[in-house]
């Protein structure tokens, strides 16, 4: 091995390093709770999300507007809960809380939850306005309780534009990383064993 891989695999050690870095994922705490009444109904594009699922005894429709949320700019989430038998709609109170959902989360690094908000029935409808100031994946969850019975029903939510490093690149650059640390221990070791043998002699 010459001094000119060494000096190469420093320069590659350093830039996989400053590449994962700009991989950090954003943080919960940059999103504001707005109320229903914060956003016009008729001002946004198709839902960007929307879930449809069974939880317990009722029936849950999930949407999510504008069809694609930037940071900055203020969106909605709008929540359908009625019974499976017979169709009526939950008249309680829907409690709206938001968390990180990117590579860190999943490692359990940043498992952070901000409630956002609790919104009662409006017209059939839960409407719970946000406002994200970091792009990023999170995830949302919504709780509500009826009988005294808890239920909740999560989902994602991607703010801004996809990032260009998902799991599969972050666990590629931290398995490069990983060689080039041994590469860089074993020339050290070789360069060691070298000098001790030359000295012996």
């Known amino acids: 091995m010459s001094r000119k ?3 190469v695999s420093y320069v590659l050690l350093a830039g996989l390093a400053a590449w ?3 991989a950090l994922p954003a943080v919960a705490h940059h999103v504001l709770g ?3 009444y914060s956003l016009n109904e008729d001002s946004n594009t198709p839902p960007a999300t929307q879930v449809e699922t069974r939880v317990g005894d009722y029936f849950v429709n999930t949407m ?4 694609f949320p930037r940071p900055g700019e203020p969106g909605r989430i709008n929540l359908y809960v009625s019974r499976i038998d017979g169709g009526k709609p939950f008249d309680g109170k829907v ?3 938001v968390r990180d959902n990117s590579w860190m989360a999943w490692l359990g690094l940043a498992d952070h939850e901000e409630k956002i ?9 839960f409407r719970q306005g946000f406002l994200f100031q970091e792009a990023g994946d999170y995830q949302v969850r919504a709780r509500f309780e ?7 029903v999560t989902f994602p939510l991607r703010v801004g534009s996809p990032s260009a ?19 860089l221990i074993q020339r050290r070791r070789w360069m060691t064993g070298k000098l001790r043998s030359a000295y012996d002699k």
């Open 20 to 22: 994962v870095m700009t």
């Open 34 to 36: 707005r109320p229903a």
């Open 95 to 97: 409690t709206f809380t």
């Open 5 to 7: 891989f060494f000096e």
């Open 117 to 125: 908000g609790t919104q009662p029935l409006d017209d059939n409808v």
């Open 146 to 152: 009826a009988a005294g019975v808890p239920y909740s």
């Open 64 to 67: 999510v507007f504008p069809a």
């Open 165 to 183: 490093l998902g799991p599969i690149a972050v666990v590629a650059g931290l398995v490069m990383l990983l060689l080039l640390g041994v590469s």
